[in-house]
């Protein structure tokens, strides 16, 4: 079994690209845990043709805490659970995480069979019940996902710098592309300065929206799209993953300085 | 210098200023245990000490709801003129919005937040937020908040100096043995010598340390020798109950016939009446010092000297400053609750069973 979490800015794609991930290592003949750790929770809406499933603080509040029961089966028969939350502005999030966390854990994944967890966590690590992924028992490594803009690559030195405080191995980067000049070249680059790799890359592509519109990933929308050998490429290319290393962040001018240096 | 030694809370300080502000009711916003041993104690004092018992499910989605429905719980049950809602360390680490919870619950024309957590610092910090709402909410003006931050602050910095929080770690300890220290008191008196007995005590317990000049006057019209009584029991500084202590202690004094020689200042200002004590005692002649309350906010003076206190982690810090003998009141806060007289000490006692007085 193999746990990832996958990290980013606030908007750059995470759960798009969990979801996609999600359902592509799943037609390859895997069993998939996608955990949804945003608290607005929208990671595996498009499992579910835009349904929301409930969530697990939402039945722990209702004294519902067999994981049974707060896992749901969605598109292609990938298992879902999203973790929830208190309502914008009140109550701890990242205390939700831990606690949804301990629900869930490792020996309940190796009991259900899953080849692949996969973590879809909100924005920087904002506090220690976001990192709550990251940490020993869960996810093996970490994924950051982002773009080539400045605001993009500044949030995942971020998070880098979270991961090298909390000592944990980064698997690579996920280019979610923008479509601004030199962008694959301009994430290499970063990759390289944090001792890192870009494992793949996603096209800006009109498919993602309007499959996302309708409530679904790619495959169910638009089954036969070379968009999803992308998916399965980038997929296949984490299971076998084993470069996976403590990143060294780096500073905000050298960020500067790569992205100004390829225009 | 990162201090080992565990010391007072900010949110139990807080818990008793409301005491000493005579709140009625004091809402404790956090987990159930949290304050429990204060709680208990301030209700034998007459405050009704209440919690809104948080829970996992209340930290992950807030409790504010929960707050509401408490302070309306309470005003049914106990009808109060005053509310003092503290807060705690989960429910100011999420970020409740009391004050809302306050305005929401109908209860604003009585009840007041005070703002603080476990991790705010120094236990004089509870007490400093808490005057500064109490000022805000109009109970106290700016004059006595200025002068109770002042002298809360001075607190601070005994401690820091000649307290607890000197060292890194300070060991307790519960000094030395009462029937020695006794027994060389008496002896004094018995000798004819003159003893110096500085009462330097915080608040409420007053009533516990002030039975350890009285039981030394008592052997003394017994044994002989003289007593100079200096205490801090102004009945004009500080908040009407703070002088209620004073008064009740100085009416015990005068039915038994004992006059203090000189007041040091009021029974909240202990931080700085320990060193208007010793300024008083300059010119005077006496053999021995017997300093009980504070007394580590008394400076150091090279004399015969004993010291009672009520922390036993004060204890080595005292012998450190040259004390001959340092005791301990292990029970100074939870026996002086709800009284209004002097109340016995273990060394007062024990001073007492020798004497046969």
Known sequence: MKQIAIYGKGGIGKSSISSNLSVNLASNGLEVLLVGCDPKSDSAINLFGGRRIDTVLDLYKKGVTDPDKLVFEGFNGVKAVEVGGPAAGVGCAGRGILVALKTLNKDYYLEKGFDVVIYDVPGDVVCGGFAGPAREGYADEIYIVTSGEYLSIYAANNIVKGLFNLNVKLGGIIGNMRGITNEVEKIELYAKEIDSSLIGAIERNHKIHESEIEGKTVLEKYPNDPLNLKFKDIGSKILQNKKAKVPTPTVDEKIRSILGGVY | MNILTPRPNPIVAALYTLRDLDVDVAVLHGPSGCGFRAARLLEEDGMKVVTTSMSEEDLIFGASDKLIEVLKE???????????????????????????????????????????????????????????????????????????????????????????????????????DLKTVAEYIINQLKENKKIAVILNAKKETAYLFADIPLAINLASKKYGGSVINIANLSTDIGLSRIRRYAKDIINDFESNGISIDYISGGVDEYPISGKKAIEYLENKEFDLLVAVGIPQALPTIKKDSIAVTNGPREVHPLEDAGYKYVTVEIASHSTVMGTREIVLSELGEVIRNIAGT
Do not use: W
């Open chain 2, 74 to 176: 309470v005003d049914d049950l106990f009808s109060p003129n005053l509310i003092g809602v503290v807060g705690s360390c989960v429910s100011m680490i999420i970020g409740e919005n009391v004050k809302k919870a306050i305005i929401d619950s109908g209860l604003s024309d009585k009840a007041f937040f005070i703002e603080i957590h476990g991790c705010m610092g120094a236990n004089t910090r509870g007490a400093i937020e808490t005057l500064k709402a109490a000022r805000d909410f109009g109970l106290i003006d700016e004059r006595e908040f200025k002068r109770q931050e002042k002298m809360l602050l001075l607190a601070t910095e005994v401690e820091l100096n000649r307290g607890m929080a000197k060292l890194k770690y300070t060991r307790p300890s519960r000094g030395a």
